[in-house]
């Protein structure tokens, strides 16, 4: 079995003086790690991951940034309560953050679950939000009703796990102790390059999911996806320049979406990447978030 280092180990190994750090905001424990110099950049993961997920470029954008990556209520270290999972709620606990460690502008990149939060911070905060970027997935919409369960020839796989998440207690009562299965699966379904996710990187996000907490706490995030869709058709078109950084197979969606939602959007596709682009490309999505938040 693996060993799993602490959120303090981790940080410490990473190039960039990053430090393991936790503040109580609005109500919640949020748990960051912070290292580099310069404007803040927050980034924000997904499901099934932590911050971990951001290892491979956080040292280089450290050479440009305040990078601050930050466990999402429910992920991780991060506190875990009953309720709060909408994306909206959870922007506020990123502007708590931010107000919190002296930011009243910040930049942010999100990814997943974190792209989803990232948008509607730009949203429902845009006076604090610089510049937006969502790595491979925007914010649950209309459209999301209209997901296929069953696959097809033009779509060989489906979004089981956005199904499986919404049923409460039974993933919790599968899932517990058993997560390496659920992360060894979603990482080598959606990943383009499975290997670029090692061992050591499965180990550290299994046991981030390891208990029944983390997992009701996880599943929350898509158990808001109602309430969520109904606050997008609430929002403005968003006025922060959004830059969507994509896999191949969802450069088209977002270029569409975007088209629809934003005053200002640039959409970029890594090319031969799968899902977890900072994971896969490391190099690529480090050089379109250094070209887009460097302006």
Known sequence: MTHVPSDIELA???DGGFESRHAVVDGIDLHYVIGGQGDPLFLLGGWPQTWWQFHKIMPALAERHQVIAVDLRGMGSSGKPE??????TMAGDILALARHLGHEQVDIAGHDIGAAVAYSFAANHPEAARRIALLDVLHPEQSWWQFKVLAQPEQPFVPWWFAFNQLHGLPEQLVAGRSRFVIDVMHDQLAADPDAIEDFDRAVYAHAYSTPEAIR???GWYQTFGQDIEDEQGYDLLTPPILAVTSERTHEMAGSV??????????????????????ERPEAVVEHLTAFFGK
């Open 83 to 88: 309720s709060g999972y909408d994306k909206k």
């Open 12 to 14: 410490r190994s990473l």
């Open 217 to 219: 706490a996880g599943n």
């Open 258 to 279: 975007l088209s629809r939602k934003a005053l200002e959007a640039n959409v970029v596709k890594v090319e031969g990447a799968g899902h977890f682009l900072a994971e």
